[in-house]
């Protein structure tokens, strides 16, 4: 019977092994039949290979089969159980077939314990309770033996490494660390701890975390640090493996600590680098030349600003020290309309930006008021007087007559009595009765004396006046337009005797100016879009003609103060008064003056009739820039100039002043060419200052 092993190549197949007499035979249930076999211990001889054909075997024949093969001896678990298929397509030698019987048990859940001598073939899920390889440098890496390996960790936290591996690890491995030491346990297979170990030795890899000072010559520490501090903010130690760079200001060097990797620390030099750059200008002192704006306004409220910033923060904030010990002031200069400031570069910036919003081009508004007033009076006077008297003492007939004032002459009354002192003595006449008068009469020495006097007068007058008074603001800045005079109105009047001997008199008169005319008063406020709110005092007098009591004179006088929202080159009404009045007049003798015909000698009628329409208006007109200052402004000056023109000589054949030129407003400059500013901010959006003086 040949040995087991004479041949080069066998196949081994089958379901059992039996060992009679010391040698083994193998049954098998399938083609191949293996007639003698050896007794178990000695191993297949070296260059001997076998090729192995299992199919659905048991896997207690397959233990059998690699005991034969690797003089290796087993003992199986009775929980062992398994049919499993082998195939090999080529030769294997013994070693090969021990690992490929070992992953057969892997992949069945199984695991081979070596104990001395012995393995034992068990399930899995006792592999942790059983001793295993410990540092097994023997093993292969890439084998399928349960082996126990122990790993220092010199650079990383154990700890954590165990959260990360240990999805790494099977379920009936382990993985555990010895905090005292900073060590790792893993019990896995051979291959997967040698993975975990390639894993380990690429994490922990010794750092570079060393500390860098970082001076800084044109920023503060303070803000550089709150800058980089909101760029990794969330980054914290724990999730960035212990790595996390950590940046601090001092604020006495003016100097910025950097503490992390190599690499990191890199970064935030490089950052630190763009952060501390030079303003604009340079220095902590600027000169800002104002283009719109008032120096000597604006700098007042800047102190106030800086102030009130300050005492905002929170005492002992950072960057607080630093700026007080530089210190900060603001002045004006007037001369140069420009602004002298000294301040941090953190003030600077805040500083310059609430200038540019400030200084900017503001719209300017032409407010034009029309004053309409529209009168008509008219007036109808129709007296009659009459009187009868005798000088003589022996005549029959009574004095009697009707008297009364028909008309007026320099303002007083004027009756049949002033017309009779009148032609009696003309030299005395200081005054004619106004109107159209009739008188017939006989003045005599002897004989009856009559007279008898009708005066009639009628009186039309219509006052048609249109102002238009316009003024032109600055927005949200108030305006004032007088034209008025200054009439004098007379306030008191007393008579201070000198001497009592002499008579002397000097009297004294107190007498106050008032102005009369019209006055507007208007703060123009430009609201978002075309809508202007104009704030408005309007006052327009006149005198009227009449006096009043004690010879005083008597105005006539509109004021409206009010508050309206106009759009631009909108119209609207401001105030008015439509007054329509009719008084009659009528003096008689009672009873008689009733009489139908007769009664018209009797009595003397006057009728008024005045009836009035006053009308204010209001219309602005947004000027945004100055080519429409320019165009209003010539509208207005070519209209001046027109008006001047029409009043040239009409025709002289023999002028008076032949070379004398009349006086003529010159013809209005062109319009200038829209020219874009680029240094002057838009209101919206302002831009950054250049500091130059424009």
């Known amino acids: 019977m040949p040995s087991f092993f004479s041949h080069t190549t066998h196949r081994l197949a089958g379901y059992g092994w039996a060992f009679i007499a010391g040698n083994a035979l193998a049954l098998f249930a ?32 397959v233990a059998e089969a690699v005991s034969a093969a690797t003089g290796k001896n087993f003992i199986v678990d009775p929980r062992v159980r398994a049919q499993v298929n082998l195939i090999s397509s080529s030769p294997m030698t013994a070693s090969e077939f021990y690992q490929a019987f070992l992953s057969i048990l892997q992949v069945h859940g199984f695991v081979a314990v070596p104990a001395g001598n012995i393995i034992k073939i068990v399930p899995d899920a006792n592999v942790r309770t059983m001793p295993a390889t410990d540092l097994p440098d023997r093993v292969s890496s890439s084998s399928d033996e349960m082996v126990t390996q122990v790993i220092t960790v010199k650079n990383t936290n154990a700890a954590q490494m165990v959260q990360v591996l240990r999805p790494l690890v099977a379920q009936y491995g382990h993985l555990a660390s010895v905090p005292g030491s900073n060590t790792l346990i893993i019990s896995d297979r051979a291959s997967n701890v040698s993975r975990i170990m390639r894993i380990i030795g690429r994490v922990d890899q010794a750092g570079d975390a060393n500390i860098e000072v970082i001076p800084l010559q044109n920023s503060t520490a303070a803000d550089v640090v709150r800058t980089i501090t909101a760029l990794t903010a969330g980054q914290a130690a724990a999730d960035a493996g212990g790595l996390a760079p950590k940046v601090v200001a001092d604020d006495r060097s003016n100097s910025v600590l950097v503490s992390g990797e190599r690499a990191q620390r890199l970064r935030i030099a490089t950052l630190v680098a763009h952060l501390d750059t030079p303003v604009e200008n340079g220095g902590d002192t600027q000169v800002r030349y104002l283009r719109y704006a008032d120096a000597e306004k604006i700098a007042p409220k800047l102190k106030e600003q800086l102030t009130s910033g300050a005492a905002a923060g929170a005492p002992g904030a950072a960057g607080s020290a630093a700026a007080s010990d530089r210190g900060t002031s603001i002045w004006a200069e007037p001369q140069t309309n420009a602004l002298v400031i ?12 609430i200038i540019d919003r400030l200084d900017i081009r503001r719209a300017q508004v032409l407010v034009e008021a029309i004053i309409v007033d529209v009168r008509t009076d008219k007036a109808a006077d129709l007296g009659v007087n009459w009187a009868v008297w005798s000088k003589e003492s022996d005549t029959n007939i009574p004095a009697g007559g009707f008297v009364s004032p028909v008309g007026s002459a320099n303002g007083n009354p004027f009756s049949i009595v002033d017309l009779a002192k009148a032609v009696a003595s003309p030299t005395t006449a200081s005054s004619v009765p106004l109107g159209t008068t009739f008188a017939i009469g006989r003045m005599t020495s002897t004989g009856v004396n009559f007279g008898a006097m009708l005066r009639a007068l009628r009186a039309d007058s219509n006052t048609n006046v249109i102002a238009t008074p316009s003024a032109t603001t600055m927005d949200n800045q108030e305006t004032q337009l007088k034209v008025a005079q200054e009439v004098p109105f007379i306030t008191g009047q007393y008579t201070n005797s000198t001497s009592t001997s002499s008579g002397t008199v000097n ?42 009591d004690a010879n005083s004179l008597i105005t006539n006088k509109r004021v409206i103060n009010t508050t309206v929202l106009i759009e631009d080159q909108g119209i609207v009404v401001l105030g008015g008064l439509i007054r329509d009045s009719k008084i009659d007049g009528e003096t008689r003798v009672p009873f008689l003056g009733r009489i139908p015909v007769i009664g018209e000698a009797f009595k003397s009628r006057n009728s008024k009739r005045q009836k009035s329409n006053l009308m204010v208006f209001i219309r602005p007109k947004i000027l945004r820039d100055g080519m429409q200052t320019a165009i209003e402004t010539n509208s207005k000056y070519n209209a001046i100039r027109d008006e001047q023109r029409k009043m040239g000589p009409r025709g002289e054949l023999l002028p008076l002043l032949p070379f004398e030129a009349k006086p003529e407003l010159p013809p209005a400059p062109p319009l200038p060419q829209p020219v874009r500013d680029e240094a002057a901010p838009a209101p919206a959006s302002p831009a950054g200052a250049n500091g130059k003086k424009p």
């Open 30 to 61: 399938a083609n191949v039949v293996l007639a003698q076999a050896p007794a178990p211990g000695p191993a297949l001889p070296s260059g001997q290979r076998i090729t192995t054909n299992f199919k659905d075997a048991d896997i207690a024949q």
């Open 342 to 353: 000294t301040a941090p570069p953190k003030a600077m910036r805040t500083l310059m930006t």
């Open 507 to 548: 009297p004294f008169t107190t007498v106050q100016r008032q102005e009369v005319g019209t006055i507007l008063k208007i703060t123009p406020q430009i609201n978002e879009g075309d809508a202007v709110m104009l704030k408005i005092e309007l006052e327009s007098s006149e005198l009227s003609g009449t006096a009043g």
